[in-house]
């Protein structure tokens, strides 16, 4: 992570630990990562409702939790971290919901896929997120946060609590897998 | 050299096709959800702070609960030292032990008479009380070649007393060594004594 922003989210934790300040220093905390953290959301969860409800449980779980966040990591990887458990609990409880009513989640996450507005499985962009789709959800994380956000693997280290070695054999796994996904499909 | 340079020169050394491809979004968001998207997460926040106050309408007495603690620990030692223990009356104890007596014997009553009117025996009795001497007699020859019922029923009669005869007769040392011989299978040595 940048050092300028990193100095940046320190001065927003100071700031936040003032009463008087508490609420603007979380203002603009939101500001500079609640749209990151949505895509991060939107792209596990698929749907942009799902990921709003997300986001909001996420927010919350920033509020209460700040005050007693220790700076031992970034502010950022703390806060993919709680987005990346926030919208695997969800998926978590959308798949038990699926069991209970004997319903395929797996195709219900490819259901609302194709049901997103402008979705055509011609366009590539589409084809790569039904590829990603296909991938168990860790690896889903692992590429998402590699792919599209740019993540060094270290701070992906921070937010998944799994070792660097792991997290490069997951992605070079997962990269395999895709390509695998394109060439059937374009068979 | 970049991140996101790192990432691309990941990809081509996976030679993956990944590498040149757009990294669009496909996804559509409503149009100015990012512009309002702030102002409904702080609302969610201001929200959550105030549930605690107005979920609960019920109110407690003034200084009920600064004083509660202290009452319901006063109220758990006083029960705990109150416990007694009520003897019953020599008369309700009397009447409960002719009760249970009542009631065993009834008991007792019950199962002997089950197993006794089960007991086959008695069945196969009761079942020959019904049948006439003259068809047993005609059973009796026919099964034992000529034998009518009362010769059957005296060798029968005579056999069973010289059992009784020739086993008063044995020596007691001749009924050991006999138990002895037959240990093997499952007898048990005795003493003069016992014999």
Redesign the interface.
């Known amino acids: 992570m940048d050092v300028s922003l990193a100095t940046e989210d320190q001065a927003l934790l100071a700031t936040f630990k003032t009463e008087a300040t508490r609420?603007r220093a979380?203002?603009a905390i939101?500001?500079k990562y609640?749209?990151r953290l949505?895509?991060h959301i939107?792209?596990l969860v698929?749907n942009?409702d799902d990921a709003h409800d997300v986001?909001?449980n996420v927010?919350?779980k920033i509020?209460k939790g700040l005050a007693d966040f220790r700076e031992e990591s970034n502010l950022y990887t703390w806060l993919y971290r709680i987005a990346t458990n926030e919208a695997l609990s969800f998926l978590e409880s959308q798949k038990r919901r699926a069991a209970l009513s004997l319903s395929d989640y797996e195709g219900s996450l490819e259901n609302k896929l194709v049901a997103?507005?402008?979705?055509d499985a011609r366009?590539?962009?589409?084809r790569?997120?039904q590829a990603i789709q296909s991938l168990p959800e860790k690896q889903r994380v692992v590429f998402n946060l590699?792919?599209?956000d740019?993540?060094?693997y270290e701070e992906m280290s921070e937010i998944t609590r799994t070792s660097v070695g792991a997290l490069k054999a997951s992605y070079?796994h997962a990269?395999?897998k895709?390509?695998a996904f394109?060439k059937e499909g374009f068979h | 050299m970049s991140q996101s340079e790192n990432i691309q020169k990941e990809l081509e050394s996976l030679s993956s096709p990944l590498a040149n491809m757009p990294k669009g979004q496909p996804f559509a968001v409503p149009e100015g959800y990012f512009a309002r998207m702030i102002e409904e997460l702080t609302a969610t926040i201001a929200q959550e702070d105030e549930l605690p106050r107005t979920s609960i309408p019920f109110e407690a007495p003034e200084g009920y609960l600064d004083t509660l603690p202290d009452q319901l620990r006063d109220t758990a030692l006083k029960a705990d030292k109150s416990k007694k223990v009520i003897p019953l009356s020599p008369i309700r104890k009397l009447s409960r032990i002719a009760a249970a007596a009542i009631l065993l014997m009834g008991l007792g009553f019950g199962v002997n008479s089950y197993f006794r009117a089960k007991a086959p025996e008695s069945v196969a009795a009761r079942h020959l009380s019904k049948v006439d001497k003259e068809s047993i007699s005609t059973y009796v020859s026919h099964q034992w070649g000529g034998v009518d019922l009362e010769t059957g029923a005296a060798v029968a009669e005579s056999a069973n007393n010289e059992t009784h005869d020739a086993i008063a007769k044995l020596k007691s040392s001749e009924i050991r060594e006999y138990l002895n011989e037959h240990r093997d299978v499952g007898m048990i040595e005795m003493d003069e004594e016992t014999l």
């Open positions: 609420e979380f203002t939101l500001k609640s749209e949505y895509w939107r792209r698929v942009h986001l909001q927010s919350i509020w997103e507005k402008g979705f366009k590539i962009e589409w790569l997120q590699r792919y599209y740019e993540m060094p070079h990269v395999k895709v390509e394109f």
